[in-house]
C-alpha cells in the first residue's frame, strides 16, 4: 500500500498524559499536513511541513501541541497534557508542493481523553 | 476569515435518484476538492477542480468550479447504497502553502 499511513488508529488516554501520534506520507510527497477533525465537522488545519521545515501553525495549535518531520519523511505529533478538549480525529495528509498539490489524507488517529 | 459553506447538511433519497449539493464562499479560490468520508476513516479524494468554469467528472460524479471562483457543486448520478457517507468539499489558496479549508460536510443516506 503506497498511500499515507498513520499511527496508531485509536488511543484512549488520561487527561493529562503526552500522546505521540505519527504519520507516513506518500514516498515522494514533499508536503506533509496535519489536521483535527472533531465530530460533525469538516477537518481544521493545524500545521504543515515542506520537506523538514514546519511553515505554518494554526492558532488551533496551542502550546501543548509540537509536530517535527525531522529527515523529511515521517512525521510526528504530540500532544503534551492531553485536555478531554482534545479529543478529535488527527488526520494527516500529503501533496507534492510543485503543480497540482491535491493533498491525499491518511485513516485518521483517534484520540480519547478521559 | 475564510468560511467555505456547505449544503445542504443532510439529505435521505431513494437509490437510483440523482443528488446535488454545493459549497459557496465570499472569498475566491484557486482550487476546489471534493472528498468523501466514510465513518472512522480519512477523506478520500473524489475529484479535483483548477479552474473557474471547469466541470469535470468521475464516473457517476460530476462537479464544477463556479465562474465567480467562490462556489462550487457536485453531483451525483444514480445514486447506489455504497454512496452513503459524508462528502465535504475543501478549496485551497496556493498562496497559503495549499493548506485546505473544509465545509461542514453533507452527509448522504440512501435507501435501497
Redesign the interface.
Known amino acids: 500500500d503506497t498511500g ?1 499511513s ?1 499511527d496508531p488508529r485509536h488511543k484512549i488516554t488520561k487527561r493529562g498524559q503526552n500522546v505521540t501520534f505519527r504519520c507516513d506520507p506518500i514516498s515522494e510527497h514533499n ?1 506533509l ?1 496535519w ?1 483535527r477533525q472533531t465530530l ?6 493545524l500545521t ?1 511541513f ?1 520537506n523538514e521545515a514546519q ?2 501553525k494554526s492558532r488551533l495549535l496551542s502550546d501543548r501541541f509540537s509536530a517535527e518531520r525531522p529527515k523529511g519523511s515521517f512525521s510526528t505529533l504530540e500532544i503534551q497534557r492531553t485536555e478531554q478538549g482534545d479529543s478529535a480525529m488527527y ?1 494527516c ?1 500529503s ?1 507534492l ?1 510543485s503543480g ?9 488517529t ?1 484520540l480519547t481523553v478521559l | 476569515g475564510q468560511q ?1 459553506n ?1 449544503s445542504p447538511q443532510s439529505m435521505f433519497i431513494q437509490e437510483g435518484e440523482d443528488v446535488s449539493m454545493n459549497c459557496t464562499s465570499s472569498s475566491i479560490f484557486n ?1 476546489w ?1 471534493w ?1 468523501k468520508q466514510d465513518p ?6 473524489l475529484i ?1 477542480l ?1 479552474k473557474a468554469g471547469e466541470l469535470t467528472s468521475n464516473g457517476r460524479l460530476t462537479a464544477q468550479f463556479g465562474i465567480t471562483r467562490k462556489d462550487s457543486f457536485l453531483n451525483i448520478s444514480a445514486s447506489i447504497p455504497s454512496d452513503v457517507g459524508i462528502y ?1 468539499c ?1 478549496a ?1 489558496i496556493y498562496n ?10 453533507t452527509e448522504l443516506s440512501v435507501k435501497p
Not at chain 1, 460533525?40 to 488545519?45: A, L
Not at chain 1, 497540482?100 to 485518521?108: A, D, I, K
Open positions: 499515507v498513520q508536503r499536513y489536521y460533525g465537522q469538516g477537518p481544521e488545519f504543515y515542506q511553515l505554518e488526520l495528509a501533496s508542493a497540482y498539490n491535491e493533498q491525499f489524507f491518511g485513516p485518521g483517534r | 467555505l456547505q482550487t476538492l472528498y472512522g476513516e480519512g477523506p478520500v479524494l479535483a483548477y465535504f475543501a485551497l497559503q502553502g495549499g493548506k485546505l479549508i473544509f465545509g461542514q460536510g
